[in-house]
């Protein structure tokens, strides 16, 4: 079940950014498996708003490897800032706030069990105009680090296969430049805020087990292994966002079991 502030939280700041010929953009933030997607289809339910994730546009697969040839290796995991088609998402965007009452807009779909963006005949369509645009992903709102805090590897990934800092280096560039920019667009986020980076674990693995139809306890013990070693490409940013590194207007406190511990000020002005 959804917490009903949460949804109640959402429809407040549409409501404070809606005005005539304006559609809102606001974003929902958090760690995977916080729930944010969940929150955001709901509360676009709720109120007539298109909603669509950062998950959505990543990169293909060609695109990502491509990048991992040219840049590092490790941009061909998707996932963190630099494996995302930016421009893709802004265009949705655009389209579905210039839609009127009888457009139909596509919208971007990502297959992630096969690791690669669907073919466009499988994208959903929102039909009409919608009240606001509600993306969610994990990254939205995350600040850049500074370089001092980049030196040291923080997991066997980076120690391993990004020793030089080439990699994360990178990642710290995109999110201070066309991230930041395209998080400057939207109107306002909220960010769901997870208790610890270790309970990010116990729910990517639960969302994985729900993507292949799975229990939690019965996701194979080889398939939670590979998690922990892919959710390594996530957890420096994370760890940051967690530890006040993300430019929210509304942030809320879950619990591990993903329920509401208490609603937070903002993080930063």
Same mark, same amino acid.
């Given at each position: 079940?959804?917490?009903? %502030? @949460? ?14 010929g304006?559609? !809102?953009?606001i974003? #929902? $933030?958090?760690?995977?498996? *916080? ?6 289809? &709901? ?9 669509? *994730? ?11 490897e491509?990048?991992? %040839? ?7 995991? %998707?996932? !963190?800032p630099?494996?995302?088609d ?6 949705? #965007?655009?389209?579905?706030?210039a $839609? ?6 596509? @919208? ?10 669907? !073919?466009?005949?499988? +994208?959903?369509?929102?039909?009409? %105009?919608?009240?606001? /645009?509600? /993306?969610?992903? +994990? ?23 990004d ?15 066309s ?31 729900? =993507?292949?139809? @799975?229990?939690?306890a ?6 939670? &292994? ?7 490409h ?7 966002? =967690? &530890? ?20 937070? !000020?903002? @993080?930063?002005?």
């Open positions: 079940m959804i917490d009903a %502030r @949460l949804l109640d939280a959402v429809g407040a700041l549409i409501t404070v950014h809606a005005r005539p304006h559609i !809102p953009l974003g #929902i $933030a958090g760690a995977q498996g *916080s729930g944010k997607t969940t929150l955001a289809r &709901a509360a676009a339910e709720r109120g007539g708003a298109a909603h669509l *994730s950062l998950d959505d546009v990543y990169l293909t697969q060609a695109e990502r491509a990048k991992g %040839r040219a840049v590092h290796p490790l941009f061909a995991v %998707r996932g !963190p630099g494996t995302h930016l421009r893709l998402l802004d265009t949705t #965007i655009a389209a579905l706030r $839609a009127g009452p009888a457009s139909r807009t596509a @919208l971007p779909a990502f297959d992630k069990l096969a690791d690669d963006r669907r !073919p466009e005949t499988q +994208w959903p369509v929102f039909t009409g %105009r919608p009240s606001a /645009v509600l /993306v969610d992903g +994990w990254c939205l709102g995350a600040t850049p680090q500074v370089e001092a805090d980049l030196i040291a590897p923080i997991n066997a990934v980076e120690r391993e296969q020793g030089q800092g080439l990699w994360r280096g990178a990642v710290n560039a995109e999110l201070a430049g991230y930041a920019e395209a998080f400057a667009r939207f109107d306002a986020l909220l960010f769901l805020k997870a208790p610890s980076f270790d309970a990010v674990m116990d729910w990517r693995c639960e969302q994985e087990a729900g =993507l292949m139809g @799975l229990s939690p019965a996701l194979p013990l080889e398939r939670r &292994a590979e998690l922990s070693v892919f959710i390594q996530f957890e420096r940013i994370t760890r940051h966002m =967690l &530890a006040g590194g993300v430019r929210a207007d509304r942030t809320f406190s879950l619990g591990r079991d993903r329920g509401l511990a208490r609603d937070l !000020p903002s @993080l930063t002005p």
